[in-house]
């Protein structure tokens, strides 16, 4: 399992829990405005085996569940074995994926392995090879948003609000898309580190009340609408 990052204590990334969040290296989306390029390119040093056992059994009075992020957890070959494993040491677990792979997450569904789903939704499907960076199979994309939305676990989805790529018209077909779901979050754009396109480093995100905006917008297609990163 190639775990590149650790983020050992995030009151943010799992809902009502305190979490830490691994870090999977590579992925197979080339999101412009990404901000972990390291990740994404396989370019971090690997942590082995042997400290990520050891870091799960002392953080365990600590922590209430782990949260497989990317880099894209699911493209790695031995991922539902690394959720069992993570499993079997008693915490919550939750993934943060694109969704590329939805028999992944029907296997984690159906097994009952996953406590938690967020899944990023990169655009409306219109345009979704230009947030995405790459032409990603759209059957699939719609297949995990409806495995999550049917499934009985805790999920929502999530959409990073980048100003070049996301607007008025954009959330009004997201919403339609995802019309009942439970939760969709609006996630601030940073714009302070590196990314995948360079030319995104220093734009302005939107304002507060722009993203509220939006809020209101998606608010009569989704149960609850949250922003994040504000």
Sequence with gaps: MKIGGIQKTSLIDYPDRVCA?????????????????????????LIQEKYIKSFLKKRKNYLDAIL????EITIQPDFVDFVKKIKSY????????NGSNPDAIKELIDNKLIDFIAMDIKSDLETYEKAA?????????????????????NYEFRTTIVPELFDEETA???GKWLKKSKRYVL??????????????KGKKPYSVDKLKKFKKILEPYIEDVKITGI
């Design 68 to 71: 497989l992020s990317g880099g």
């Design 133 to 153: 960076g790459v032409k990603p199979d759209k059957e699939k994309i719609k297949k995990s948003v409806e495995l999550i939305k049917n499934s009985n676990i």
């Design 187 to 200: 996630q601030q754009f940073r714009n302070e580190k590196e990314m995948i396109d360079k030319s995104f």
């Design 21 to 45: 969040v691994f870090f999977a290296s590579g992925c197979n989306f080339r999101c412009p405005y990404c901000y972990n390029p390291e990740i994404v390119f396989n370019k971090t040093k």
């Design 172 to 174: 009004i077909k997201i």
């Design 90 to 97: 008693g915490y919550l677990i939750g993934i943060e994926t």
